[in-house]
Protein backbone atom coordinates (compact mmCIF):
# COMPACT_ATOMS: atom_id res chain seq x y z
CA UNK A 1 0.00 0.00 0.00
CA UNK A 2 1.66 3.62 -1.19
CA UNK A 3 0.58 7.05 -0.38
CA UNK A 4 -0.27 8.68 -3.29
CA UNK A 5 -0.56 12.11 -4.25
CA UNK A 6 -2.87 13.09 -7.31
CA UNK A 7 -3.65 16.81 -8.83
CA UNK A 8 -6.11 17.46 -11.26
CA UNK A 9 -5.87 21.08 -13.04
CA UNK A 10 -8.73 23.31 -13.77
CA UNK A 11 -9.63 21.59 -17.36
CA UNK A 12 -9.89 18.47 -15.32
CA UNK A 13 -11.99 19.90 -12.68
CA UNK A 14 -13.89 21.79 -15.67
CA UNK A 15 -17.73 20.69 -15.33
CA UNK A 16 -19.18 18.38 -12.47
CA UNK A 17 -19.07 15.55 -15.21
CA UNK A 18 -15.41 16.09 -14.93
CA UNK A 19 -15.29 15.95 -11.18
CA UNK A 20 -17.21 12.67 -11.59
CA UNK A 21 -14.93 11.16 -13.80
CA UNK A 22 -11.91 12.38 -11.12
CA UNK A 23 -14.17 10.77 -8.94
CA UNK A 24 -14.23 7.33 -10.21
CA UNK A 25 -10.56 7.36 -11.12
CA UNK A 26 -9.29 8.44 -7.10
CA UNK A 27 -12.09 5.72 -6.32
CA UNK A 28 -10.15 3.39 -8.31
CA UNK A 29 -6.82 4.50 -7.20
CA UNK A 30 -8.20 3.77 -3.31
CA UNK A 31 -9.77 0.53 -4.03
CA UNK A 32 -6.51 -1.12 -5.49
CA UNK A 33 -5.18 -0.39 -1.63
CA UNK A 34 -3.66 3.20 -2.40
CA UNK A 35 -3.78 6.09 0.51
CA UNK A 36 -5.22 8.50 -1.59
CA UNK A 37 -4.68 12.61 -0.91
CA UNK A 38 -5.84 14.59 -4.22
CA UNK A 39 -5.20 18.70 -4.76
CA UNK A 40 -7.42 19.94 -7.45
CA UNK A 41 -7.73 23.15 -8.94
CA UNK A 42 -10.45 25.50 -9.27
CA UNK A 43 -13.10 24.51 -12.17
CA UNK A 44 -11.38 25.98 -15.21
CA UNK A 45 -12.44 29.76 -15.53
CA UNK A 46 -13.06 30.40 -12.27
CA UNK A 47 -9.94 32.45 -10.88
CA UNK A 48 -10.37 34.31 -13.81
CA UNK A 49 -14.03 35.06 -12.99
CA UNK A 50 -13.48 36.16 -9.62
CA UNK A 51 -10.19 37.97 -10.57
CA UNK A 52 -12.39 39.91 -13.14
CA UNK A 53 -15.24 40.60 -10.80
CA UNK A 54 -12.84 42.53 -8.55
CA UNK A 55 -11.33 44.60 -11.10
CA UNK A 56 -14.79 45.46 -12.27
CA UNK A 57 -15.15 47.07 -8.68
CA UNK A 58 -11.48 48.53 -8.56
CA UNK A 59 -8.71 48.72 -10.92
CA UNK A 60 -5.36 46.72 -9.93
CA UNK A 61 -3.50 48.10 -6.99
CA UNK A 62 0.04 48.13 -5.16
CA UNK A 63 -2.06 48.06 -2.22
CA UNK A 64 -1.63 45.04 0.47
CA UNK A 65 -5.10 45.22 1.76
CA UNK A 66 -6.08 45.20 -1.70
CA UNK A 67 -4.03 42.14 -2.42
CA UNK A 68 -5.04 40.14 0.78
CA UNK A 69 -8.52 40.83 -0.58
CA UNK A 70 -7.62 39.12 -3.66
CA UNK A 71 -6.28 36.17 -2.23
CA UNK A 72 -9.56 35.43 0.26
CA UNK A 73 -11.22 35.83 -2.97
CA UNK A 74 -9.69 33.59 -5.70
CA UNK A 75 -9.08 31.13 -2.71
CA UNK A 76 -12.82 30.14 -2.97
CA UNK A 77 -12.34 28.71 -6.25
CA UNK A 78 -10.32 25.84 -4.82
CA UNK A 79 -12.49 25.54 -1.89
CA UNK A 80 -15.77 24.55 -3.97
CA UNK A 81 -14.10 22.55 -6.41
CA UNK A 82 -12.46 20.52 -3.84
CA UNK A 83 -16.18 20.35 -1.91
CA UNK A 84 -17.44 19.19 -4.96
CA UNK A 85 -14.97 16.35 -5.11
CA UNK A 86 -15.27 15.39 -1.69
CA UNK A 87 -19.15 14.90 -2.63
CA UNK A 88 -18.66 13.32 -5.53
CA UNK A 89 -16.21 10.87 -4.19
CA UNK A 90 -18.83 9.99 -1.26
CA UNK A 91 -21.79 9.10 -3.89
CA UNK A 92 -19.48 6.90 -5.19
CA UNK A 93 -19.23 5.32 -1.98
CA UNK A 94 -16.03 6.41 -0.67
CA UNK A 95 -15.24 8.17 3.10
CA UNK A 96 -13.71 11.56 1.62
CA UNK A 97 -13.44 14.53 3.08
CA UNK A 98 -11.82 18.01 1.82
CA UNK A 99 -10.15 20.70 3.57
CA UNK A 100 -8.89 24.21 2.66
CA UNK A 101 -5.09 25.24 3.09
CA UNK A 102 -5.61 26.51 6.55
CA UNK A 103 -7.52 23.71 7.57
CA UNK A 104 -4.71 21.41 7.51
CA UNK A 105 -2.77 23.67 8.08
CA UNK A 106 -0.81 24.97 5.16
CA UNK A 107 1.38 27.75 6.43
CA UNK A 108 2.77 30.05 4.16
CA UNK A 109 4.67 33.64 4.09
CA UNK A 110 2.64 36.92 4.17
CA UNK A 111 3.38 38.05 -0.37
CA UNK A 112 -0.17 38.05 -0.77
CA UNK A 113 -1.15 36.64 -4.71
CA UNK A 114 2.51 35.01 -4.78
CA UNK A 115 3.33 33.42 -1.08
CA UNK A 116 5.44 30.70 -0.68
CA UNK A 117 5.33 27.57 1.84
CA UNK A 118 6.88 27.52 4.42
CA UNK A 119 5.39 23.88 6.51
CA UNK A 120 2.62 21.33 6.11
CA UNK A 121 1.27 20.28 9.46
CA UNK A 122 0.37 16.71 8.20
CA UNK A 123 -1.42 15.34 11.70
CA UNK A 124 -5.09 15.83 10.56
CA UNK A 125 -4.59 14.19 6.80
CA UNK A 126 -2.94 11.46 8.52
CA UNK A 127 -5.03 10.41 11.06
CA UNK A 128 -7.96 10.76 8.28
CA UNK A 129 -5.69 8.39 6.05
CA UNK A 130 -5.56 5.84 8.79
CA UNK A 131 -8.92 5.54 9.19
CA UNK A 132 -9.57 4.86 5.43
CA UNK A 133 -10.53 8.54 4.10
CA UNK A 134 -9.88 9.82 0.60
CA UNK A 135 -8.44 13.35 1.88
CA UNK A 136 -8.81 16.42 -0.76
CA UNK A 137 -6.99 19.57 0.23
CA UNK A 138 -7.24 22.15 -1.52
CA UNK A 139 -4.31 23.83 -4.11
CA UNK A 140 -3.07 27.13 -4.31
CA UNK A 141 -3.50 28.25 -1.14
CA UNK A 142 -2.48 28.30 2.45
CA UNK A 143 -2.51 31.06 5.80
CA UNK A 144 -0.29 33.25 7.26
CA UNK A 145 1.09 33.48 10.65
CA UNK A 146 -1.52 36.07 11.35
CA UNK A 147 -4.42 33.56 9.87
CA UNK A 148 -5.22 35.73 6.52
CA UNK A 149 -5.40 33.40 3.44
CA UNK A 150 -2.76 33.50 0.82
CA UNK A 151 -2.32 31.96 -2.51
CA UNK A 152 0.37 30.93 -4.23
CA UNK A 153 0.59 32.63 -7.61
CA UNK A 154 -1.17 31.68 -10.90
CA UNK A 155 -0.59 28.09 -11.59
CA UNK A 156 0.04 27.28 -8.02
CA UNK A 157 -2.01 24.10 -7.72
CA UNK A 158 0.71 22.19 -8.80
CA UNK A 159 3.18 23.53 -5.78
CA UNK A 160 0.41 22.49 -3.41
CA UNK A 161 0.51 19.36 -4.79
CA UNK A 162 3.89 18.54 -4.58
CA UNK A 163 4.72 20.15 -1.53
CA UNK A 164 1.72 17.97 0.35
CA UNK A 165 3.45 15.22 -0.86
CA UNK A 166 6.84 16.25 0.30
CA UNK A 167 5.07 16.39 3.53
CA UNK A 168 3.67 13.62 3.48
CA UNK A 169 5.97 11.77 2.00
CA UNK A 170 4.63 10.26 -0.47
CA UNK A 171 5.27 7.65 -2.68
CA UNK A 172 4.73 9.54 -6.28
CA UNK A 173 2.72 12.81 -6.87
CA UNK A 174 0.82 12.08 -10.23
CA UNK A 175 0.24 16.19 -11.88
CA UNK A 176 -3.38 15.30 -14.08
CA UNK A 177 -3.96 17.67 -17.10
CA UNK A 178 -5.51 18.43 -20.13
CA UNK A 179 -1.87 16.81 -22.09
CA UNK A 180 -0.97 13.71 -22.00
CA UNK A 181 2.47 15.05 -20.61
CA UNK A 182 5.24 17.20 -21.33
CA UNK A 183 6.00 18.08 -25.15
CA UNK A 184 9.00 19.17 -26.22
CA UNK A 185 7.01 22.39 -26.45
CA UNK A 186 3.51 23.62 -26.07
CA UNK A 187 1.36 20.84 -28.15
CA UNK A 188 -1.08 24.03 -28.93
CA UNK A 189 1.41 26.13 -30.78
CA UNK A 190 3.47 23.14 -32.30
CA UNK A 191 1.02 20.61 -33.35
CA UNK A 192 4.31 18.36 -34.30
CA UNK A 193 5.45 18.74 -30.42
CA UNK A 194 6.43 15.25 -29.20
CA UNK A 195 5.27 13.84 -25.57
CA UNK A 196 8.92 13.01 -23.90
CA UNK A 197 8.47 10.12 -21.83
CA UNK A 198 10.96 11.14 -18.91
CA UNK A 199 12.40 14.94 -18.35
CA UNK A 200 15.20 15.54 -16.08
CA UNK A 201 14.19 17.42 -13.23
CA UNK A 202 16.96 20.31 -14.32
CA UNK A 203 15.79 20.57 -17.48
CA UNK A 204 12.10 20.90 -16.18
CA UNK A 205 13.00 23.31 -13.82
CA UNK A 206 14.16 25.35 -16.75
CA UNK A 207 11.65 24.72 -19.45
CA UNK A 208 9.30 25.68 -16.14
CA UNK A 209 11.31 29.17 -15.07
CA UNK A 210 11.58 29.70 -18.95
CA UNK A 211 7.51 29.40 -19.62
CA UNK A 212 6.31 26.32 -19.80
CA UNK A 213 3.79 26.76 -17.76
CA UNK A 214 2.34 22.81 -17.47
CA UNK A 215 4.21 22.90 -14.05
CA UNK A 216 4.23 26.04 -11.92
CA UNK A 217 7.99 26.10 -11.38
CA UNK A 218 8.00 26.42 -7.52
CA UNK A 219 6.69 22.77 -7.59
CA UNK A 220 10.09 21.79 -9.70
CA UNK A 221 12.18 23.37 -6.79
CA UNK A 222 10.13 21.52 -4.36
CA UNK A 223 10.43 17.91 -5.99
CA UNK A 224 14.06 18.69 -6.37
CA UNK A 225 14.61 19.81 -2.88
CA UNK A 226 12.40 16.78 -1.19
CA UNK A 227 13.11 14.43 -4.47
CA UNK A 228 9.75 13.87 -4.75
CA UNK A 229 8.85 11.62 -7.69
CA UNK A 230 6.51 13.46 -10.13
CA UNK A 231 5.09 12.43 -13.33
CA UNK A 232 2.95 14.26 -15.45
CA UNK A 233 -0.12 12.67 -17.12
CA UNK A 234 -3.65 12.72 -18.78
CA UNK A 235 -6.90 13.33 -17.11
CA UNK A 236 -8.97 12.75 -20.20
CA UNK A 237 -8.29 8.83 -20.48
CA UNK A 238 -11.07 6.51 -19.75
CA UNK A 239 -11.08 7.24 -15.68
CA UNK A 240 -11.16 2.88 -15.53
CA UNK A 241 -7.96 2.14 -17.71
CA UNK A 242 -5.70 -0.95 -16.01
CA UNK A 243 -4.07 0.86 -12.76
CA UNK A 244 -0.67 -0.16 -13.80
CA UNK A 245 -0.35 1.45 -17.43
CA UNK A 246 -2.18 4.70 -15.89
CA UNK A 247 0.63 4.50 -13.50
CA UNK A 248 3.63 4.31 -16.36
CA UNK A 249 2.04 6.95 -18.70
CA UNK A 250 2.80 10.49 -19.65
CA UNK A 251 6.20 11.97 -18.35
CA UNK A 252 8.33 11.09 -15.74
CA UNK A 253 10.59 13.97 -13.73
CA UNK A 254 13.83 12.11 -13.73
CA UNK A 255 16.52 12.50 -10.81
CA UNK A 256 18.73 10.11 -12.71
CA UNK A 257 21.32 11.84 -15.30
CA UNK A 258 21.83 8.77 -17.37
CA UNK A 259 17.55 8.89 -18.13
CA UNK A 260 17.66 12.26 -19.27
CA UNK A 261 15.21 13.49 -21.81
CA UNK A 262 16.46 11.32 -24.26
CA UNK A 263 19.64 12.04 -24.65
CA UNK A 264 18.76 15.18 -26.91
CA UNK A 265 21.32 17.98 -27.53
CA UNK A 266 17.55 20.92 -27.16
CA UNK A 267 15.57 19.13 -25.38
CA UNK A 268 12.57 21.66 -25.70
CA UNK A 269 11.62 24.63 -26.29
CA UNK A 270 10.21 27.25 -23.95
CA UNK A 271 8.18 30.60 -24.25
CA UNK A 272 6.79 33.31 -22.39
CA UNK A 273 4.64 36.20 -22.87
CA UNK A 274 4.18 37.79 -19.62
CA UNK A 275 7.23 40.07 -19.37
CA UNK A 276 8.10 43.63 -20.22
CA UNK A 277 10.96 45.28 -21.20
CA UNK A 278 12.18 48.58 -19.60
CA UNK A 279 15.21 50.44 -20.53
CA UNK A 280 17.12 53.60 -18.98
CA UNK A 281 18.40 55.61 -21.24
CA UNK A 282 21.65 57.93 -20.82
CA UNK A 283 23.07 56.59 -17.10
CA UNK A 284 25.83 57.98 -15.65
CA UNK A 285 28.19 55.09 -16.18
CA UNK A 286 30.02 54.85 -12.77
CA UNK A 287 30.26 52.14 -10.06
CA UNK A 288 26.74 50.83 -8.61
CA UNK A 289 24.46 51.84 -10.67
CA UNK A 290 23.31 48.43 -11.03
CA UNK A 291 22.68 48.35 -7.43
CA UNK A 292 20.81 51.69 -7.87
CA UNK A 293 18.58 50.50 -10.37
CA UNK A 294 17.58 47.20 -9.01
CA UNK A 295 18.00 47.32 -5.46
CA UNK A 296 15.24 49.68 -6.04
CA UNK A 297 13.34 47.43 -7.95
CA UNK A 298 13.68 44.22 -5.93
CA UNK A 299 12.95 46.62 -2.35
CA UNK A 300 9.12 46.83 -3.85
CA UNK A 301 9.43 43.04 -4.54
CA UNK A 302 9.48 43.28 -8.38
CA UNK A 303 11.14 40.14 -10.06
CA UNK A 304 13.72 41.45 -12.46
CA UNK A 305 14.54 38.74 -15.06
CA UNK A 306 17.39 39.35 -18.12
CA UNK A 307 19.32 42.08 -17.73
CA UNK A 308 21.76 44.00 -20.19
CA UNK A 309 23.91 46.72 -19.84
CA UNK A 310 25.60 48.59 -22.87
CA UNK A 311 29.06 49.58 -23.57
CA UNK A 312 29.13 53.14 -22.43
CA UNK A 313 30.17 56.00 -24.74
CA UNK A 314 31.17 59.43 -23.02
CA UNK A 315 30.56 58.00 -19.83
CA UNK A 316 26.79 57.44 -20.33
CA UNK A 317 24.87 54.07 -20.75
CA UNK A 318 22.15 52.28 -20.98
CA UNK A 319 20.68 49.78 -18.76
CA UNK A 320 17.96 47.37 -19.64
CA UNK A 321 16.25 44.78 -17.98
CA UNK A 322 12.32 42.64 -18.29
CA UNK A 323 9.83 42.37 -15.39
CA UNK A 324 6.71 40.42 -15.51
CA UNK A 325 3.94 42.81 -17.16
CA UNK A 326 2.17 43.00 -13.93
CA UNK A 327 4.83 44.53 -12.54
CA UNK A 328 5.50 46.57 -15.68
CA UNK A 329 3.53 49.65 -14.51
CA UNK A 330 4.66 49.96 -11.12
CA UNK A 331 7.93 49.17 -12.24
CA UNK A 332 8.37 52.12 -13.98
CA UNK A 333 6.20 54.25 -11.67
CA UNK A 334 8.59 53.56 -9.08
CA UNK A 335 11.81 54.41 -11.45
CA UNK A 336 10.67 57.60 -13.06
CA UNK A 337 9.61 58.96 -9.15
CA UNK A 338 12.16 57.15 -7.09
CA UNK A 339 15.60 56.56 -8.99
CA UNK A 340 15.77 58.16 -12.58
CA UNK A 341 16.08 61.77 -10.53
CA UNK A 342 19.02 60.35 -8.17
CA UNK A 343 20.47 58.86 -11.06
CA UNK A 344 20.18 61.37 -13.44
CA UNK A 345 19.64 59.33 -16.14
CA UNK A 346 18.05 60.85 -19.51
CA UNK A 347 15.13 58.83 -20.14
CA UNK A 348 12.59 56.01 -19.59
CA UNK A 349 11.51 53.92 -22.10
CA UNK A 350 9.33 50.42 -21.81
CA UNK A 351 7.78 47.91 -24.26
CA UNK A 352 5.41 45.16 -23.01
CA UNK A 353 4.66 43.50 -26.54
CA UNK A 354 7.65 41.51 -26.17
CA UNK A 355 8.30 37.47 -25.42
CA UNK A 356 11.05 35.34 -24.27
CA UNK A 357 11.95 32.17 -26.14
CA UNK A 358 14.12 29.52 -24.84
CA UNK A 359 15.91 26.23 -25.78
CA UNK A 360 16.72 24.04 -23.12
CA UNK A 361 18.77 20.79 -22.61
CA UNK A 362 21.54 19.42 -20.62
CA UNK A 363 23.22 18.53 -23.49
CA UNK A 364 24.36 22.16 -24.33
CA UNK A 365 26.58 21.76 -21.11
CA UNK A 366 28.29 19.64 -23.57
CA UNK A 367 28.51 20.93 -27.38
CA UNK A 368 29.16 24.06 -28.70
CA UNK A 369 27.71 26.30 -30.87
CA UNK A 370 24.15 25.53 -29.89
CA UNK A 371 23.27 29.60 -29.26
CA UNK A 372 25.12 29.72 -32.92
CA UNK A 373 22.50 27.52 -34.24
CA UNK A 374 19.39 29.15 -32.60
CA UNK A 375 20.28 32.57 -33.47
CA UNK A 376 21.12 31.63 -37.67
CA UNK A 377 17.07 30.08 -37.27
CA UNK A 378 16.24 33.38 -35.95
CA UNK A 379 17.87 35.46 -38.39
CA UNK A 380 16.85 33.41 -41.01
CA UNK A 381 13.25 34.40 -40.10
CA UNK A 382 14.34 37.85 -39.71
CA UNK A 383 13.77 37.62 -36.36
CA UNK A 384 15.51 40.62 -34.56
CA UNK A 385 16.92 39.76 -30.97
CA UNK A 386 16.85 42.44 -28.31
CA UNK A 387 18.29 40.54 -25.47
CA UNK A 388 19.98 37.28 -24.81
CA UNK A 389 20.60 35.52 -21.67
CA UNK A 390 22.25 32.06 -21.20
CA UNK A 391 22.83 29.27 -18.74
CA UNK A 392 24.91 26.11 -18.97
CA UNK A 393 21.45 24.50 -20.22
CA UNK A 394 19.80 27.43 -22.02
CA UNK A 395 19.62 30.29 -23.97
CA UNK A 396 16.97 32.33 -24.23
CA UNK A 397 16.08 35.32 -26.39
CA UNK A 398 13.75 38.32 -25.83
CA UNK A 399 12.04 39.46 -29.14
CA UNK A 400 9.03 41.50 -30.46
CA UNK A 401 5.68 39.59 -29.16
CA UNK A 402 4.17 39.31 -32.61
CA UNK A 403 7.29 37.10 -34.02
CA UNK A 404 6.82 34.33 -30.49
CA UNK A 405 5.46 31.41 -32.61
CA UNK A 406 6.90 31.58 -35.91
CA UNK A 407 10.32 31.68 -33.70
CA UNK A 408 8.80 28.71 -31.54
CA UNK A 409 7.67 26.96 -34.45
CA UNK A 410 11.60 27.47 -36.73
CA UNK A 411 13.50 26.64 -33.66
CA UNK A 412 11.71 23.28 -33.29
CA UNK A 413 11.93 22.45 -36.70
CA UNK A 414 15.76 23.60 -36.50
CA UNK A 415 16.64 20.88 -33.48
CA UNK A 416 14.77 18.54 -35.33
CA UNK A 417 12.32 18.03 -31.85
CA UNK A 418 9.42 16.82 -34.13
CA UNK A 419 7.38 13.57 -34.31
CA UNK A 420 9.14 11.40 -36.41
CA UNK A 421 6.84 11.20 -39.72
CA UNK A 422 6.07 7.53 -40.89
CA UNK A 423 8.07 6.95 -44.19
P1 LIG B 1 -3.85 22.57 -15.51
O1 LIG B 1 -5.10 23.35 -15.50
O2 LIG B 1 -4.08 21.08 -15.57
O3 LIG B 1 -2.89 22.96 -14.42
P2 LIG B 1 -2.30 24.10 -17.39
O4 LIG B 1 -3.08 24.83 -18.43
O5 LIG B 1 -1.77 24.89 -16.25
O6 LIG B 1 -3.17 22.87 -16.90
O7 LIG B 1 -1.06 23.34 -18.05
C1 LIG B 1 -1.27 22.46 -19.14
C2 LIG B 1 -1.01 23.22 -20.44
O8 LIG B 1 0.37 23.57 -20.50
C3 LIG B 1 -1.24 22.41 -21.70
O9 LIG B 1 -2.58 22.44 -22.11
C4 LIG B 1 -0.29 23.07 -22.69
O10 LIG B 1 -0.98 23.95 -23.55
C5 LIG B 1 0.65 23.89 -21.84
N1 LIG B 1 2.08 23.62 -22.09
C6 LIG B 1 3.04 24.58 -22.22
N2 LIG B 1 4.22 24.03 -22.47
C7 LIG B 1 4.03 22.69 -22.49
C8 LIG B 1 4.90 21.57 -22.70
N3 LIG B 1 6.20 21.73 -22.93
N4 LIG B 1 4.36 20.34 -22.64
C9 LIG B 1 3.05 20.16 -22.39
N5 LIG B 1 2.19 21.17 -22.20
C10 LIG B 1 2.66 22.43 -22.25
N1 LIG C 1 -6.76 28.12 -9.90
C1 LIG C 1 -5.44 28.70 -9.88
C2 LIG C 1 -5.14 29.37 -11.22
O1 LIG C 1 -5.99 29.39 -12.09
C3 LIG C 1 -4.37 27.72 -9.50
C4 LIG C 1 -4.16 26.56 -10.44
O2 LIG C 1 -5.01 26.30 -11.28
O3 LIG C 1 -3.13 25.89 -10.31
O4 LIG C 1 -4.07 29.91 -11.38
MG1 LIG D 1 -1.54 24.55 -14.25
Not at 170 to 192: K, Q, S
Not at 193 to 198: D, I, K, V
Not at 359 to 388: D, P, T, Y
Request: with cysteine; aromatic share 6%.
Amino acid sequence: MALIVHKYGGTSMGSTERIRNVAKRVAKWARAGHQMVVVPSAMSGETNRLLGLAKELAPASANDSYHRELDALAATGEQASSALLAIALQSEGMEAVSYAGWQVTIKTNSAYTKARIESIDDKRVRADLDAGKVVIITGFQGVDGEGHVTTLGRGGSDTSAVAVAAALKAHECLIYTDVDGVYTTDPRVVPEARRLHTVSFEEMLEMASMGSKVLQIRSVEFAGKYKVPLRVLSSFTPWDINIDEEAKSGTLISFEEDEQMEQAIVSGIAFNRDEAKISILGVPDTPGIAYQILGAVAEANIEVDVIIQNVSKDGKTDFSFTVHRNDYARAIELLKTAVLPKLGAQEITGDAKICKVSIVGIGMRSHVGIAAKMFRCLSEEGINIQMISTSEIKTSVVIDEKYMELAVRALHKAFELEQPTAA
